[in-house]
């Protein structure tokens, strides 16, 4: 049925990163009242324990995310999910806050990270000509989810126990994603690439160690870039309801407005994916942050409810940016041979980012900081990355052998 091998990777990249929902924020977040209802504990107790141990599952990932460089895609992907199927099981059965961390690692480990790295990692490996647009079709799958499943979870869990959600969950994943994994990555090697009908550029760039990329101040500039987008998100979507709170909105206004953010998400995605098949990851980079900056601005000029939605709108637009170029742009600097074990830092980074967003909007919410002076802080933030990325702008091109 799938003849094309360029297909089967595309179709396995958006079934991965649909499943990886599994561990995201946004999917984990729909438990959260069930969760502390059965363990008795506030908000600060639970929020304490996410951001640590997703903290934790950032360290972890970058020591078992770079065995993807090891071995074939089907075999490592086989491990990552049986690794999910047994987190969501594990997750189903917490009864305290030891447990509740643990659960939270392996959900975090499984899902955001391993999950979303083997597709990832795989489509960035395979595709070089039209990595833009096969990056953008991948990640389709994660919007996807963002879109159907809190609805469906938040139905299902009017008449089911949050529990016997997850062990399905965990079935599921075991049935379907064997099946995936074997019609359409069985073929895929380590050095499988795309069939390209003509060769544009004879030379071959280097291709880099992580280590000698840790080495190279330009990965830091760029990853200060890149983190912006995963900390700033994941501190607004977690508190959200103070921000509704000290704008005085009503109380589905941001849940409204999601439905914006995602929508621009999406067209932001399929657009980004010609864009850098055209114009190069490199060049598309420098523009990633500067909707999330324009976002900042409006979250402290403005207290309009219509506001809400142009907020979330310009997030939406930078998340778009951000999840393909988060992935091409590593490949086309640093080369395709070692990508596993560079996407495994820039990914535990990220992860790592989003448990800092956390941390940190909580400490200044504590501090009585306003929504307005938070803004604050993520604009300059967002500035100066921008303004480091535009100082190196000549200098990101690939080194060539």
């Known amino acids: 049925m799938f003849k094309s091998l360029s297909l089967k990777v595309i179709i396995f990249g958006f079934i991965f990163t649909f499943f990886s929902s599994f561990g995201q924020s946004f999917f984990l ?3 959260n009242s069930s969760i502390r209802d059965a363990l008795s504990i506030s908000h600060g107790q639970f929020g304490s324990i996410y951001a640590s141990a997703t903290l934790l599952s950032s360290f972890v990932l970058v020591w078992v995310g770079k065995k993807i460089d090891d071995v074939d895609v089907i075999k490592f992907a086989s491990y990552v999910i049986i690794f999910l199927a047994v987190s969501c099981f594990i997750f189903s059965k917490i009864s305290s806050l030891i ?8 959900m975090r480990l499984a899902g955001q990270g391993l999950t979303t790295h083997t597709a990832t990692t795989t489509v960035s490996r395979f595709f070089e000509k039209s990595r833009g647009k096969a990056l953008s079709t991948c990640w389709l799958g994660l919007s996807l989810a963002e879109f159907i499943l809190p609805v469906l979870i938040v139905f299902l ?8 959600i997850w062990i399905t969950i965990s079935i599921i994943v075991i049935i379907i994603l064997p099946i995936v994994a074997y019609i359409f990555i069985r073929d895929v090697k380590l050095d499988t690439r795309e069939e390209a009908k003509e060769i544009n550029n004879s030379r071959e760039i280097r291709q880099w160690k992580r280590i000698e990329v840790l080495k190279d101040y330009r990965f830091y500039i760029i990853c200060m870039t890149m983190l912006a987008m995963p900390w700033i998100a994941t501190g607004t979507f977690v508190y959200q309801s103070f921000i509704t ?3 005085n909105w009503g109380p589905y206004v941001i849940a409204q407005s999601f439905m914006v953010y995602s929508i621009l998400s999406v ?7 010609f864009l850098i098949d055209k114009f190069t990851s490199r060049k598309l ?5 500067i909707p999330l900056f324009f976002s900042a601005v409006v979250l402290y000029f ?17 998340n778009g940016l951000a999840n393909v170029l988060g992935s091409s742009t590593w490949a086309e600097i ?50 100066a990355s921008i303004i480091l990325l535009f100082s190196i702008k000549n200098k990101l091109n690939p080194e060539y052998l």
């Open 99 to 106: 447990f509740l961390f643990f659960g939270i690692f392996l």
């Open 29 to 31: 977040g729909l438990f």
């Open 245 to 247: 709170t000290s704008k």
């Open 285 to 289: 980079l420098l523009f990633i942050n």
């Open 267 to 273: 067209i932001t995605l399929f657009i980004s994916g």
């Open 157 to 164: 869990l009017t008449f089911l126990g949050w529990r016997d």
């Open 334 to 383: 640093y080369g395709v041979k070692h990508i596993g074990s560079i996407k495994a830092l820039t990914t535990a980074l990220m992860v790592f980012s989003t448990a800092f967003g956390t941390a940190l909007f909580g400490i200044l919410i504590d501090f009585n900081f306003s929504i307005e002076q938070i803004s604050i802080v993520a604009g300059i933030y967002i500035l």
């Open 302 to 318: 403005f207290n309009s409810e219509i506001s809400s939605f142009i907020f979330l709108g310009l997030i939406g637009i930078s």
